[in-house]
């Protein structure tokens, strides 16, 4: 589900904090704190803007299957090894304990495994979903 609007609406007033850090006093210290407060909260907000755009993006959702590299893909069908090869650093979304928890694939040296920020570090879930650029 795309999420255009609130991008927008995250992205104008992404633009009017800006404009708000460049005439800021700059010459005093509490200016200089009121800056800062006002760029952290545009570093959040460019945060949650690239979350949103991700989250716009179509998703497919399958299973998992070791590919003969060691690399895991994600097939949409059965014995089909038709998704994205998964490496380190890959987004991706897996369903555990009944929900959705996003987070991305790493290797410990020996095998991929699910990374979820604020979760324990679990081993490949066989439900995912993987948002790609539709082609």
Request: charged content about 30%.
């Amino acid at each position: 589900m795309a999420h255009w609007q609130e991008l927008a609406a995250l992205q104008s007033a992404s633009a009017d904090i800006s404009k708000a850090i460049h005439a800021t006093d700059k010459t005093t210290w509490e200016g200089e704190y009121v800056r800062d407060i006002l760029q952290g909260l545009l570093d959040d907000m460019e945060t949650a803007a690239a979350r949103i755009e991700y989250l716009s993006k179509p998703s497919i959702e399958g299973t998992l299957y070791k590919n003969t590299r060691g690399r895991y893909v994600v097939t949409y069908q059965e014995n089909a090894e038709d998704g994205p090869e998964l490496t380190s650093g890959h987004p991706l979304e897996a369903y555990y304990d009944d929900e959705w928890h996003m987070g991305r694939v790493e290797h410990n040296g020996t095998d991929y495994y699910f990374y979820g920020p604020g979760k324990p570090v679990l081993s490949i879930i066989d439900k995912v979903r993987v948002r790609e650029e539709v082609r």
